[in-house]
T-cell receptor
Framework: EAGVAQSPRYKIIEKRQSVAFWCNPI?????LYWYQQILGQGPKLLIQ????????DSQLPKDRFSAERLKGVDSTLKIQPAKLEDSAVYLC??????????????FGEGSRLTVL | AQSVTQLGSHVSVSEGALVLLRCNYS??????LFWYVQYPNQGLQLLLK??????LVKGINGFEAEFKKSETSFHLTKPSAHMSDAAEYFC???????????FGKGTTLSVSS
């Protein structure tokens, strides 16, 4: 079974530039998550999708971050304009079910962003 | 609100020694607790989870954790460390809605020969 795919693995940009990250979840997984992992900290949930609808985006900085999952499969996370504090690893995860009582999150390898 | 606190950002052990990684949680509902491991340049991988039932949970690679409600703890242990256990370990609690995980800051485990 193929895992969660993310690209690019690494990206270096100047502040105020834009960047986009792509995620392809495990086939059949309805729930998709984007987490931000800053160096020395645990992953922080940015946004959660159920199929193509947003379940929770309360911690997404909406003035600069946006995310979509148009067909309920792949997802894109965009940052525009980037700030220095956005330097982090962006992790995509997926789950078969929205309720984690019986399910678990499967993570991709992450996209490491460096903002100079 | 749900949260987890991992005590000790870095733990060092010798190969063959006991591994103990500490996690305390706060939860307004019966907690569902998880331990994930992250090897360098890889994604997070589930080690084990507690939902309901038996309080001693066994996971992969010889790890286990015990849920102690009275102590609000979910510490991760392994009787004998192996060099391959060197990684970052994250404790997590399910959020109140039951749909996402809230992670601790992580503990880096180093194993020396």
């Amino acid at each position: 079974e193929a895992g969660v795919a993310q690209s690019p693995r690494y990206k270096i940009i100047e502040k105020r530039q834009s960047v986009a990250f792509w995620c392809n979840p495990i086939s059949g997984h309805a729930t998709l998550y984007w987490y931000q992992q800053i160096l020395g900290q645990g992953p922080k949930l940015l946004i959660q999708f159920q199929n193509n609808g947003v379940v929770d985006d309360s911690q997404l900085p909406k003035d600069r971050f946006s995310a979509e999952r148009l067909k309920g499969v792949d997802s894109t996370l965009k940052i525009q304009p980037a700030k220095l504090e956005d330097s982090a690893v962006y992790l995509c995860a997926s789950s078969m079910h929205r309720d984690l009582t019986t399910g678990e999150l499967f993570f991709g390898e992450g996209s490491r962003l460096t903002v100079l | 609100a749900q949260s987890v606190t991992q005590l000790g950002s870095h733990v060092s052990v010798s190969e063959g020694a006991l591994v103990l990684l500490r996690c305390n949680y706060s939860s307004s509902v019966p907690p569902y607790l998880f331990w994930y491991v992250q090897y360098p340049n890889q994604g997070l991988q589930l080690l084990l989870k507690y939902t309901t039932g038996a309080t001693l949970v066994k996971g992969i690679n010889g790890f286990e954790a015990e849920f102690k409600k009275s102590e609000t703890s979910f510490h991760l242990t392994k009787p004998s460390a192996h060099m391959s256990d060197a990684a970052e370990y994250f404790c997590a609690v399910r959020n109140q809605a039951g749909t996402a995980l809230i992670f601790g800051k992580g503990t880096t485990l180093s194993v020396s020969s």
